[in-house]
């Protein structure tokens, strides 16, 4: 595996997605993760960090090919998160509603973050895909600090 894009679709063969759904989990379409496989487009750092919070990747191992393809599993039952990450939640739950409903007549805002977050075109969707993916973040540092 000589290239990141070479390393991202060993990862997603490995855990058996296509492009589209893998793409989906990361923020991105299915044409832009065939391009960043083919070396076509770089894998930035947003979707590097993507890649390795919700799937458990070795960040060493997908930038340079040494080490495991995965972190070692860390045991904790995500159940029940601990309370500061329910409260952390929380907060970031009422600031994307606040900003918005801000920004509600700003239909453009409203179309970039759908975009941006995996053609998602409406507030719920919006909100619930940020969410999604703050929770996974929260819980894979919850993981790390049990």
């Not at 894009?5 to 492009?19: A, D, F, N, P, V």
């Not at 893998?22 to 993760?33: D, M, P, V, Y």
């Amino acid at each position: 595996m000589n290239t990141t894009g070479e390393r991202i679709t060993r990862i997603r063969e490995h855990l058996r997605y296509s492009q589209r759904k893998f793409a989906e989990q990361i923020g991105k379409t299915g044409s832009h993760l065939s391009k960043i496989e083919k070396g076509e487009a770089p894998a930035l750092e947003g979707t590097i960090d993507s890649i390795v919070l919700k799937f458990n990747v070795n960040r060493d191992w997908l930038m340079t090919g040494e080490g495991e393809m995965f972190n070692q599993e860390v045991k904790a039952d995500n159940s029940n998160p601990p309370a500061w990450a329910k409260e952390l939640l929380h907060k970031i739950d009422k600031l994307i509603e606040l900003q918005i409903a801000n920004n509600d007549k700003d239909k453009t805002m409203l179309a970039l973050l759908g975009k941006h977050l995996g053609n998602q075109s409406t507030y719920a969707d919006i909100k619930g895909k940020i969410i999604s993916l703050v929770s996974d973040s929260v819980t894979h540092v919850a993981k790390k600090a049990a």
